[in-house]
């Protein structure tokens, strides 16, 4: 079954510092691969999607991804963290069945 | 990008009454709505899968007679938790799909509180 992980459920981080939210992937196949925020009783908000070519995926609000295949991961970064990054982080994988399945969340909290 | 919008955002009632949660899908057709739990502190949960004119298909574990789904049209799709308990309490999510590969659109979700 596919299934993602992510093993932190707390990221702290200094504002203007680097971050990094990791993910790990187990899939058949080809993986579909996405990242999502959430802010306090908010829905979910894309932040981008790897589906095939480049390893690096860009996405909104100045994040990226990088694919590794052989390390079966798919981390998000940014290269300098602002307090409004503070959020929960969810990495998720398209299924053989068409549906998303979601890791636990990571809670990324960004100091000043 | 498209809009999504669920109502109510929050609802409180009492035990044993049903709640109705409506979501809109306000600029494209969703052939295909997923609607989801998310518990306090944790994952979203998918409870059921449903395309526009047919029954949903809901996920192992969830009880179809308590969690009602309808999508009869390809803007709207409801979720009716019926005879609620404090257990059901929960945040509901909604994402309302066009096609395949279209994963970007969730509901701003619907908190629900069972006293």
């Known amino acids: 079954a596919q299934s993602v992980a992510q093993p932190e459920d707390q990221v702290n981080v200094a504002e203007g510092n680097p971050l990094t939210v990791k993910c790990t992937y187990s899939?058949?196949?080809?993986?579909?691969l996405f990242w999502y925020v959430q802010y306090p009783n908010r829905g979910l908000q894309f932040l981008l999607k790897?589906?095939?070519?480049?390893?690096l995926v860009k996405g909104s609000y100045g994040f990226e991804a990088e694919f590794n295949k052989s390390q079966t991961s798919f981390h998000l970064k940014k290269p300098s963290a602002l307090v409004s990054d503070s959020a929960l982080y969810f990495c998720?994988?398209?299924?053989?069945?068409?549906?998303?399945?979601f890791g636990t969340g990571t809670r990324l909290q960004v100091f000043p | 990008g498209a809009v999504v919008s669920q109502h109510p955002s929050w609802v409180i009632c009492k035990s044993g009454t049903s709640v109705k949660i409506e979501c809109r899908s306000l600029d494209f057709q969703a052939t295909t709505m997923f609607w989801y739990r998310q518990f306090p502190k944790q994952s979203l949960m998918l409870m059921a899968t449903s395309n526009e004119g047919s029954k949903a298909t809901y996920e192992q574990g969830v009880e179809k007679d308590k969690f009602l789904i309808n999508h009869a049209s390809l803007t709207l799709s409801t979720l009716t938790v019926t005879s609620a308990h404090p257990e059901d309490s929960s945040f509901y999510i909604c994402?309302?799909?066009?096609?395949?590969?279209?994963?970007?659109?969730f509901g701003p979700g619907t908190r629900l509180t069972v006293l």
């Open positions: 994402r309302p799909e066009a096609g395949s590969y279209n994963e970007q659109f």
């Open positions: 998720a994988v398209r299924d053989n069945t068409d549906k998303l399945i």
């Open positions: 899939v058949s196949g080809n993986p579909y």
């Open positions: 790897y589906i095939t070519g480049d390893n």
